[in-house]
């Protein structure tokens, strides 16, 4: 089953709007909180001789007790994107909160209380922006209304600020705790009649607000995944099929048990072939008092496999078949017009294959999950997850338990994109508990999570495009070919998803009057999953690496060529030339969503702009370009090159331009596109993963190479579009268009064209 990832499922999100429907107006006790929506609710606890401490909890995002402490719920997994700052900054700005003053914490995985808690396809603020505000502006409008009742005024001549509700005629203040006892006997309001700030009144958003985690974390003193220490712990590792799709034969565990610390081996069913996306592979784990011993125990096991199907599976073999592939007539996903009379009539033809390999995520914090199955018949989990009620669903199934007693409580992650959002480890620590009825540690190694990762998979691809007498676009046909996502839980997925053509290749938005769009079927021998950015990775860098290409066969600057073929400002749906399928627009309706190229054209400009694309030209600086939407949000980058005193390639400048609709928090817009050009640096010219035998060949950091410092780009420059236009996402949108501007600026500087990833820069 796959979860509710816009990209990935037919039919569109879940609409959140039920969190703000009160279901009764009775006062709930905050440790309840609400169950089915935005729900008024007063604690009263003994503070000790001063008297009864009081509670306004107006939604389950937001309390306030009479201390004037400001209690704001983060329901969202952090990971380095800030969201555990930003959606409560949304609700602080509303509410009027002393943002120096607020508390946050962490919210534990449950759907049915807070929403959808997915921190994954970068829809966190585009999903939550608009909630976020009415949950703060209707407990604004309670306090005011409470404070307005006090002194006699009109509500409309009262605001809330710092903290505290004003009356700006009188001078009249009072703190927010000062009228949480007033508010005993309040009503929800209608909704109706709830004003949301206008925009220029904002304090916090659309600034940059650094991160709420940011001292600890730079302290040593924020709890990651690992650092979670509950007594009686017992550490565990595991030793999985080194096939996917293995089974254990048969066992010896009396080597492994004679190692000092080790306490206990437990063998663990795995699910098979294919493995599915939240399911534990089969292996045997080591249990010991510490982590050292369980390696140790691990090393010594002595494990009969048989292997498998995969067993003789090679990533270089598929690879070849998969480019062989696309010289036939794949499966059409789009068409316009009629490429094969375009190819016929055409005065030039350009075609151009590309490819790309395995990677994996290698966060920088390997997963780990420490879960407690306890006497009481209940569950209790720490983990760094993307996606804590996946994990908790997952937990509940696999340990035969009602999900009702599954507690998930979320850390600080070390890194996601993408990879703990599937909760494999986190059932393993749930099965290891249960075995051994203690709380237990699953942690795995960097080899772990290089050899059992859910990689983003390899991919082949054809362009073909065709120009005419007067040397315009009339023609393009995409072939594309990669194990789909939903082959890791099914063999009869051969093609990609209708989700996964949409991530930059169906979605091809110049205007050109013959365009053919064709998939090709390969098969899963591995798990396959969904990295930053997905499929956008290997789509953009082949559009926007051929489209470079046509702009010099044109004679046209890359710019130019990109401004005048997309056309006229206007509105892109692609439904109706859809074959068969659906564009899924990442999950939006594609009325609230479109695909606008006026937009498209202003970052362009910008970007042409800010990096000073004309003038660095002329003058001989070596740059490459390429824009890319994805995640909904506009993205120009351009890449400048130049050689060091070494004689090596530096990657001196990267500039972005981006338009994601309103800008909630630049600081953190600014960090993902600095983070992303990272990224995307090693995907284009370090990182690979390959098999032989069924096996991945890559071990650490020293085969797997992500880029050090020396390589990495010198300066980047992010520049961020004023709208207030509806949010979209930034977590991926960085990655697409860095890989493709690289290719082209690697051209400009050596006359060779780049058609495989990864390249030496």
């Known amino acids: ?13 879940e609409d959140q709007s039920k969190i703000f429907v009160a279901s009764r107006r009775d006062f709930l006790k905050l440790g309840s909180l609400a169950t089915g929506g935005l729900i008024l609710g007063v604690n009263f606890q003994c503070a000790g001789p001063k008297g009864e401490s009081v509670t306004f909890a107006p939604n389950v995002y937001i309390s306030i007790s009479s201390e004037n402490e400001v209690t704001l719920v983060a329901h969202r997994s952090e990971m380095g994107t800030g969201i555990r700052t930003t959606l409560p900054q949304i609700v602080a700005d509303e509410l009027g909160a002393d943002w120096a003053k607020i508390k946050i914490v962490q919210a534990e995985g449950d759907e049915e209380k807070y929403g ?55 001078g009249k203040q009072v703190s927010f705790g000062d009228l949480v006892g007033r508010l005993k006997d309040a009503s929800l309001p209608d909704p109706e009649h709830v004003k949301l700030r206008d ?18 974390i730079a302290c040593g003193k924020a709890v990651f995944g690992a650092d979670v220490d509950l007594p009686n712990m017992k550490i565990a590792v595991v030793k999985r099929s080194p096939v996917i799709g293995a089974k254990v034969i048969a066992y010896n565990d009396k080597k492994a048990l004679a190692v000092p610390g080790v306490v206990q081996v437990v063998k663990i069913a795995g699910s098979g072939f294919p493995p599915g996306l939240d399911k534990a592979l089969e292996g045997v784990a080591v249990i010991a008092d510490n982590t050292w011993s369980a390696i140790k125990g691990r090393e010594a096991l002595e494990i009969e496999w048989d292997l498998g199907e995969n067993q003789n599976y090679n990533s270089t073999q598929q690879q070849a078949e998969m480019l062989q592939s696309t010289k036939g007539k794949g499966k059409i996903r789009r068409e316009r017009g009629d490429f094969d009379r375009a190819g016929r009539s055409a005065s030039k033809t350009l075609e151009r294959t590309f490819e790309a390999p395995f990677y994996a995520h290698a966060t920088i914090e390997p997963p780990s999950a420490i879960a407690h199955v306890k006497e009481d018949g209940s569950c209790e989990v720490w983990a760094p997850c993307q996606h804590p009620q996946w994990a908790r669903d997952a937990v509940a199934a696999a340990i035969g338990m009602d999900v009702a007693n599954v507690r998930i409580n979320v850390t600080l992650l070390g890194g996601g994109f993408g990879r703990k959002s599937k909760p494999d480890f986190v059932v393993e620590a749930a099965l290891l508990s249960k075995a051994t009825n203690a709380p237990v540690r699953v942690q795995w190694t960097r080899e772990d999570d290089l050899h059992f990762d859910y990689f983003h998979s390899h991919s082949a691809q054809r362009i073909k495009a065709t120009l005419d007498s007067g040397n315009n676009l009339t023609g393009w046909n995409h072939h594309t070919v990669f194990p789909a ?34 998939s090709h079927e390969s098969t899963g021998n591995t798990r396959v999953g969904w990295l930053r950015s997905v499929s956008n990775i ?22 130019e060529n ?82 060091g005193t070494d004689g090596k390639t530096v990657i001196s400048d990267v500039y972005y331009a981006l338009d994601c609709g309103i800008a909630v928090n630049t600081d953190r817009i600014r960090s993902q596109f600095e983070g992303g050009a990272q990224f995307a640096t090693s995907l284009a010219t370090t990182s690979k993963i390959t098999f032989e035998n069924g096996q991945v060949q890559q071990h650490n950091f020293d085969t797997y190479q992500i880029i050090r410092m020396p390589a990495s780009p010198k300066n980047i420059h992010v520049h961020i579009i004023e709208s207030q236009t509806k949010p979209t996402g930034v977590g991926e949108p960085p990655v697409p268009p860095f890989i493709p501007a690289l290719a082209n600026a690697m051209y400009q500087m050596n006359g060779t064209r780049i058609y495989k990833l990864p390249f030496q820069v």
């Open 485 to 518: 996502i939903g082959s890791t839980g099914s063999k009869d997925e051969l093609h990609p998803s209708d989700g996964e053509m949409g991530l930059g290749c169906v979605d091809f938005p110049f205007e050109v009057p013959n365009i053919r769009i064709e």
């Open 1 to 13: 089953m796959l979860p509710t990832i816009p990209f990935l499922k037919k039919g569109k999100r």
């Open 199 to 216: 925009f220029p009144n904002y304090k916090l958003i659309g600034k940059d607000v650094p991160i709420y985690d940011l001292k600890d």
């Open 116 to 170: 959808n808690q997915n921190t994954d396809g970068s829809f966190s603020v585009r999903m939550f922006y608009e909630p976020m505000r009415k949950a703060g502006a209707t407990a604004r409008h309670m306090l005011i209304a409470a404070a307005a009742s006090e002194w006699g005024v009109e509500a409309s001549g009262c605001d809330a600020q710092n903290g505290q509700v004003v009356h700006a005629d009188s």
């Open 538 to 559: 290997h789509h953009a860098f082949a559009m926007h690496a051929m489209m470079d290409e046509i702009a010099e066969a044109r004679g046209k600057d890359p710019i």
């Open 562 to 643: 990109a401004i005048e073929l997309l056309g006229e400002d206007r509105d892109i749906t692609f439904q109706s030339e859809m074959v068969g399928g659906d564009y899924g627009n990442y999950g939006e309706k594609i009325e609230d969503y479109p695909w606008n190229t006026g937009r498209m054209k202003n970052v362009i400009r910008t970007v042409e702009e800010k990096s000073g694309w004309s003038a660095n030209k002329a003058a001989g600086k070596i740059m490459g370009f390429a824009a890319h939407k994805s995640f909904l949000t506009y993205v120009a980058c351009v890449v400048m090159l130049e050689k």
